[in-house]
């Protein structure tokens, strides 16, 4: 499942990536925000979608707050979660075929729209390289996760 969430500064950023994904024919579901609240807060939306995406196997994620970074710092402390902040093709691409992000944050006042659904596609249609330096790297994370 593809899962995707925003506090309110990614509130429309969220609503617009949507639509795409919709004209894509791409099955996710929406976590939230429901509307927008300029009192809401971004670690909850990325603690909620981070365990969505950890429940359900092959699951990924996209976080949108104002700077992207927010999402990023708070998905990140949960194990199993690699999220990457994308700001433009070669961090988008990278996500996926060096990191393996099962999440990208983005910026909602970072990043405008067409450039967003730009970088969404290239992660969703990327492939993780399983080149050996890449997984070796992954797993030291993994190591420092457990440690
Ligand atoms: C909310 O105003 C803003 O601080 C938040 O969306 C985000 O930019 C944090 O990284």
Redesign the pocket.
């Known amino acids: 499942m593809l899962y995707i969430a925003s ?4 509130y429309p950023l969220k609503e617009e990536l949507k639509l795409f994904l919709e004209e894509m024919g791409l099955e996710f579901e929406d976590l939230g925000n429901e509307q927008l609240d300029p009192s809401d807060d ?1 670690p909850d939306f990325a603690y909620r979608l981070a365990h969505n995406v950890l429940e359900k196997e092959d699951s990924r994620g996209i976080l949108i ?7 990023c710092i708070a998905a990140n402390k949960i194990d199993g979660i690699r999220a990457a902040f994308v700001h433009d093709e070669f961090t988008a691409r990278s996500a996926a075929e060096h990191l393996n992000a099962n999440v990208i944050c983005l ?1 909602g ?1 970072v990043t405008d729209f067409e450039t967003a659904k730009k970088l969404v596609k290239i992660w969703l249609e990327t492939e993780f390289s399983r080149e050996e330096r890449h997984e070796r790297r992954l797993e030291k994370i993994q190591n420092i996760e457990r440690s």
């Open positions: 506090d309110h500064a990614g971004y707050c104002g700077t992207g970074q927010g999402m910026g006042r």
